[in-house]
Every structure is written in structure tokens, then in C-alpha cells.
């Protein structure tokens, strides 16, 4: 673990090792490079060139290049907006790769990988998440609204073995005012570029492999298929797939496992693909004072009462029909094929940690439980009983909420009984750059502070009044850093400037 006095030489020191060719500007060629999909002998490498034609990719475990591992020819089509992709296979385990894409005298930067360690071999592993970046400027401005995206040039800096871009990694309606949505494949590809027209996200996908996953505004906000219309999820996964090297099947989605040695394997969890339409759909969850979706329809009426003296329209009950739907048994956020397959996968890992990269929030907190896991009940009951019986040393990690927040993945809090732990724990992270979870809340209450009181009263407050998060950062540009080795698995909470979050950790999970 390393120390907040040691941390700036450690970034200094990281920093040096970034390739030369990250932050000089590479001829007929724009936006950086990316090393996607990474494995111990295998990993997707990306660029995109100003002018379609022909390309050749090189790959060395020498950064001058003196002896290639791979040299592949590389087509840049207009239809995938000159974004070059080529998976390269026959790579070494545990070994730092460089590579670039050259046309005649002219090279992309050059970018860096490390390869997975074979699954036998046990070795301590770091890497960091986060996500939810929008880099819009407000109208008649040049220059992002939220920031330069600071939280990915930390994560870059750091070292990590590899970095997680964790969803809403563009952002197609922005929250910035005035901007109109990106809907067409040719509008979200230039919300791509916008995001990547920042070094920062192009220091994040050159300096070392980064799993890149998907999830609402890729699409529109809280996408499900079946609400927003098939045009809009094709549209959103050639644009996502065009400029994130990214394994996708019609079949399986973003589904994915990495195996990272005898500690770690990842579990991507696509969340977008294959859910159903939310329990708010046709008006059904609508609070008769508001006409909009309850903003706590699964709260027992004795807590909405009591933030009834800040938010009046919960004083008015939640209709059964609402409840029922959320709790509908043939809603599923996975579907039934993903489902089995994670569990198969799940009960087979022989890993020693089995970290699951879920888009969207699974702990219980209540507000606005739609798009989350709350919102499909009946199956993330089922997912937690089955992971309570069939596995150890599981845990979360999700964006998607623009807060930092731990706590155990409880089967019940506030219900009837009182809390019951699953003993899981999830750990959400972010922003990287769009408005905190806490201005969201003022925003919707109408009121300023009010994102602060739910945060400190609520979140933190320990059952029945509030769920009890041993961490609640809900107004802060962050990243998480996760270690993992063979007794632990440490969770690092860091603001955009690299500096430890005050009362949000480290964490620490001892292995069973
Ligand atoms: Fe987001």
C-alpha cells in the first residue's frame, strides 16, 4: 500500500515511465491509442486515423521497436469512422508490450500493455475504476463544463496494472444545458471524440490496458430496449464498439471475464442488453402529487414519511401496483442467459478474489431504485442468494450513482426484521466528470443542501433511520484503486487530484 507522503514521487516517477509518444502529437493520427480486451496472450489494440486507407500495426516488447512481436495490416473505413481495431494473439503472460500504427512516415503515439499473469501465478494486482465523463462545454463556451477529466490522468498515473472506464463514457444526452442529445452513430461518434480530444482519457487508454464497458448514455439516459426502441441500442453499440476495443456479441452483449493470476478474475456484467423495461414505465410508479416516478417507492411508508418535511409528495402512499412491479419475478436487469452463464462462471473461477464489474448500483439505498438493481428486486434477491450460497471472497465495483459509496449488499435494511448482510460488498466510485450525485439531489429536491442532508442523515445513518454506508462521498470527481492479493483486497478511495477521500477508507476485505 503506498502512503499519501510517498504517493506524489510514486506519480512522478510513473509519470516518466508514460510512453514517449503520449502527449507529442502523432502525425495523420488523433485521439491516442487504446489496448483493450487484455489477457495473458491476447489484447485488442485501437487508433483512429484522420484519413481512411491502409495501416499497419506493430507490436514489441521493445519500445524502439527492434524486434516486432506482431505486424499486421489494418484497414481505417469511413463506416467506423476511420477507428482502427486489431487483435493481436501469441502474447508472453506478465509482459509489457508497446505498439503503434504506422502509415509510411507517419505513427500514431505509442502506446503501452502489460499482459495478464498466467492464472497460476500468484501476484498482488492494481488497478483502478471509474467512470460517468462528459467533456460538453456549456453553449458558447470551448472548455469542458465539468473539468479536463483529472480523475483519468490520475488513475494513468498511477501505475496500474491495468484501469477500468466503467460506463458512461460518453455522455449522449449531456446534463449541461442547452446541448442538444447525440442519437445517430455519426453524433455519438463525435461525442467520442469529444471525450477524447482530452489528454487526460488518452493518457488513461495509452499508458497501460483499459477495459472499457458501456452503460446508460451510451445509449439515452436509463436505457432499456424496450423503452427506448431497437434504432437507439444498434445505433449505440456501433458508435461504443467503433471507438472502444471492446469484445461484443449479439448473443452474449458486454459480457466478459479477464482472468488477472492465481488472485483475480473480473465478471463484466452487461446491464444495458438484455433488461427489461424499468418498474416506472407506462406511469405506473407516478406519485399522484408529482405526476414523475416516486422517488422512494420501496421505503416503508414510515421513513418516506419522515423525509416527508423535506420532500412533501412522499407523504402520499406508493400504489400496490408500483411495488409490484419492482418486485415482478419475470423482470430480469441480466436476462436468464447471462445470469446462468455468470453463475456457471462464477462457481467454476478457481480465482481467489471474483470481482464483479456491475454498471449499476446493487447495495440498497432507495432513492430512485428504477434504473438500479432495486428496481429489478425479485432477480437481485436471487443473485444475492445464490452468491451467498455458491461463492466466497466476491465483491462489487460500480459507477453509474456520481457517488462513493461501501456497504454491505443487504437483502433488507429498513423492511420488517430489520437489516439483513449478505456479507458482499460494494464499492461504487465516481464521477469522473458530470454533476455529483449530491448536486443531482439538490437539484431534484429544488433546495441547495439538501444532497448533503440525505448524504449525512440517510446514507450514513445507521438502520432504521438511514442504510448505513461506511462510506458516503456523493460531491466528488474520484476514482477507486483496488489491490488485490492472495489474504486481501484493498479499496483506495481517491479524489481527481490523487489525494486520499477524508472518512472513505482504505478498505480493507480479508480473504475466506
Ligand atoms: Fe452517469
Given at each position: 500500500?503506498?502512503?499519501?507522503?510517498?504517493a506524489?514521487?510514486?506519480?512522478?516517477?510513473?509519470?516518466l515511465?508514460?510512453p514517449?509518444?503520449?502527449?507529442?502529437?502523432?502525425?495523420?493520427?488523433?485521439?491516442?491509442?487504446?489496448?483493450?480486451?487484455?489477457?495473458?496472450?491476447?489484447?485488442?489494440?485501437?487508433?483512429?486515423?484522420?484519413?481512411?486507407?491502409?495501416?499497419?500495426?506493430?507490436?514489441?516488447t521493445?519500445?524502439?521497436?527492434?524486434l516486432?512481436?506482431?505486424?499486421?495490416?489494418?484497414?481505417?473505413?469511413?463506416?467506423?469512422?476511420?477507428t482502427?481495431?486489431?487483435?493481436?494473439?501469441g502474447?508472453?503472460?506478465?509482459?509489457?508490450?508497446?505498439?503503434?500504427?504506422?502509415k509510411?512516415?507517419?505513427?500514431?503515439?505509442?502506446?503501452?500493455f502489460?499482459?495478464a499473469?498466467?492464472?497460476r501465478?500468484?501476484?498482488?494486482?492494481?488497478?483502478?475504476?471509474?467512470?460517468?465523463?462528459?467533456?460538453?462545454?456549456?453553449?458558447?463556451?470551448?472548455?469542458?463544463?465539468?473539468?479536463?477529466?483529472?480523475a483519468?490522468r490520475?488513475?494513468?498515473?498511477?501505475?496500474?496494472a491495468?484501469?477500468i472506464?466503467?460506463?458512461?463514457?460518453?455522455?449522449?444526452?449531456?446534463?449541461?444545458?442547452?446541448?442538444p442529445?447525440?442519437?445517430?452513430?455519426?453524433?455519438?461518434w463525435?461525442?467520442?471524440?469529444?471525450?477524447?480530444?482530452?489528454?487526460?482519457?488518452q493518457?488513461l487508454?495509452?499508458?497501460?490496458?483499459?477495459?472499457?464497458?458501456?452503460?446508460d448514455h451510451?445509449?439515452?439516459?436509463?436505457?432499456?430496449?424496450?423503452?427506448?426502441?431497437?434504432?437507439?441500442?444498434?445505433?449505440g453499440?456501433?458508435?461504443?464498439r467503433?471507438?472502444?476495443?471492446?469484445?461484443?456479441t449479439?448473443?452474449?452483449?458486454?459480457?466478459?471475464?479477464?482472468?488477472?493470476?492465481?488472485?483475480?478474475?473480473?465478471?463484466?456484467?452487461?446491464?444495458r442488453?438484455f433488461?427489461?423495461?424499468?418498474?416506472?414505465?407506462n406511469?405506473?410508479?407516478?406519485?399522484p402529487?408529482?405526476?414523475?416516478?416516486?422517488?422512494?417507492?420501496?421505503?416503508?411508508?414510515a421513513?418516506?414519511?419522515?423525509?416527508?418535511?423535506?420532500v412533501?409528495?412522499?407523504?402520499?402512499?406508493?400504489?400496490?401496483?408500483?411495488?409490484d412491479?419492482?418486485?415482478?419475478?419475470?423482470?430480469?436487469?441480466?436476462?436468464?442467459?447471462?445470469?446462468?452463464?455468470?453463475?456457471r462462471?462464477?462457481?467454476a473461477?478457481?480465482?481467489?478474489?471474483?470481482?464483479?464489474?456491475?454498471?449499476?448500483?446493487?447495495?440498497?439505498?432507495?432513492?430512485?431504485?428504477?434504473?438500479?438493481?432495486?428496481?429489478?428486486?425479485?432477480?437481485?434477491?436471487?443473485?444475492?442468494?445464490?452468491?451467498?450460497?455458491?461463492?466466497?471472497?466476491?465483491?462489487?465495483?460500480?459507477?453509474?450513482?456520481?457517488?462513493?459509496?461501501?456497504?454491505?449488499?443487504?437483502?433488507?435494511?429498513?423492511?420488517?426484521?430489520g437489516?439483513?448482510?449478505?456479507?458482499?460488498?460494494?464499492?461504487?466510485a465516481?464521477?469522473?466528470a458530470?454533476m455529483?450525485?449530491?448536486?443531482?439531489?439538490d437539484?431534484?429536491?429544488?433546495?441547495?443542501?439538501?444532497?448533503?442532508l440525505?448524504?449525512?442523515?440517510?446514507?450514513?445513518?445507521?438502520?432504521?433511520?438511514?442504510?448505513?454506508?461506511?462510506?458516503?462521498?456523493?460531491?466528488?470527481?474520484?476514482?477507486a484503486?483496488?489491490?488485490?492479493?492472495?489474504r486481501t483486497?484493498?479499496?483506495d478511495?481517491?479524489?481527481?487530484?490523487?489525494?486520499?477521500?477524508?472518512d472513505?477508507?482504505?478498505?480493507t476485505?480479508?480473504?475466506?
Amino acid at each position: 500500500m503506498k502512503t499519501l507522503a510517498k504517493a506524489p514521487m510514486l506519480a512522478a516517477v510513473a509519470l516518466l515511465a508514460l510512453p514517449a509518444g503520449a502527449g507529442a502529437a502523432a502525425r495523420g493520427f488523433h485521439f491516442g491509442v487504446a489496448a483493450g480486451e487484455v489477457t495473458s496472450s491476447s489484447a485488442v489494440l485501437w487508433a483512429r486515423a484522420d484519413r481512411p486507407g491502409s495501416y499497419i500495426l506493430e507490436v514489441s516488447t521493445d519500445r524502439r521497436f527492434r524486434l516486432h512481436v506482431a505486424r499486421r495490416r489494418v484497414a481505417a473505413r469511413p463506416s467506423h469512422d476511420n477507428t482502427l481495431q486489431r487483435r493481436v494473439r501469441g502474447l508472453r503472460p506478465d509482459t509489457t508490450y508497446w505498439y503503434r500504427f504506422v502509415k509510411g512516415r507517419r505513427h500514431s503515439d505509442l502506446g503501452r500493455f502489460r499482459s495478464a499473469p498466467s492464472p497460476r501465478k500468484a501476484k498482488t494486482i492494481r488497478f483502478a475504476f471509474s467512470g460517468d465523463a462528459d467533456a460538453q462545454p456549456a453553449p458558447g463556451s470551448t472548455k469542458p463544463f465539468y473539468n479536463l477529466f483529472q480523475a483519468y490522468r490520475a488513475m494513468a498515473r498511477a501505475g496500474n496494472a491495468f484501469n477500468i472506464n466503467l460506463g458512461d463514457t460518453i455522455y449522449s444526452d449531456s446534463e449541461v444545458g442547452g446541448t442538444p442529445p447525440a442519437l445517430s452513430v455519426r453524433a455519438k461518434w463525435a461525442k467520442y471524440r469529444q471525450n477524447l480530444a482530452l489528454r487526460s482519457l488518452q493518457l488513461l487508454r495509452g499508458s497501460t490496458g483499459v477495459y472499457s464497458h458501456w452503460d446508460d448514455h451510451e445509449f439515452v439516459n436509463d436505457f432499456t430496449r424496450a423503452e427506448s426502441g431497437e434504432k437507439i441500442y444498434a445505433d449505440g453499440v456501433r458508435a461504443f464498439r467503433d471507438y472502444a476495443p471492446v469484445r461484443w456479441t449479439a448473443r452474449d452483449g458486454l459480457y466478459r471475464t479477464f482472468r488477472w493470476g492465481r488472485n483475480l478474475e473480473l465478471f463484466f456484467l452487461d446491464e444495458r442488453s438484455f433488461r427489461s423495461a424499468k418498474a416506472s414505465a407506462n406511469h405506473v410508479c407516478d406519485n399522484p402529487r408529482t405526476g414523475s416516478p416516486d422517488l422512494a417507492p420501496t421505503a416503508p411508508q414510515a421513513t418516506r414519511s419522515l423525509f416527508a418535511v423535506v420532500v412533501p409528495s412522499l407523504a402520499a402512499p406508493v400504489s400496490q401496483q408500483c411495488l409490484d412491479a419492482i418486485d415482478d419475478p419475470s423482470r430480469t436487469m441480466l436476462g436468464r442467459a447471462q445470469l446462468a452463464r455468470l453463475e456457471r462462471a462464477l462457481a467454476a473461477s478457481t480465482a481467489r478474489w471474483k470481482v464483479i464489474v456491475n454498471e449499476v448500483p446493487i447495495q440498497q439505498f432507495y432513492a430512485l431504485p428504477y434504473d438500479r438493481w432495486e428496481g429489478y428486486a425479485a432477480e437481485r434477491a436471487e443473485l444475492l442468494d445464490w452468491l451467498t450460497k455458491h461463492t466466497r471472497n466476491v465483491t462489487f465495483v460500480t459507477t453509474d450513482v456520481h457517488a462513493n459509496l461501501v456497504n454491505d449488499v443487504r437483502f433488507q435494511t429498513l423492511e420488517q426484521g430489520g437489516p439483513r448482510d449478505s456479507g458482499i460488498t460494494e464499492f461504487t466510485a465516481g464521477p469522473v466528470a458530470t454533476m455529483t450525485f449530491a448536486k443531482e439531489i439538490d437539484s431534484a429536491t429544488g433546495q441547495a443542501g439538501s444532497g448533503k442532508l440525505v448524504t449525512d442523515v440517510f446514507f450514513k445513518g445507521a438502520p432504521p433511520n438511514g442504510v448505513g454506508m461506511r462510506c458516503a462521498a456523493t460531491d466528488v470527481f474520484s476514482f477507486a484503486e483496488v489491490t488485490v492479493t492472495a489474504r486481501t483486497l484493498t479499496v483506495d478511495y481517491r479524489d481527481q487530484d490523487g489525494r486520499r477521500i477524508p472518512d472513505c477508507g482504505p478498505f480493507t476485505l480479508r480473504a475466506r
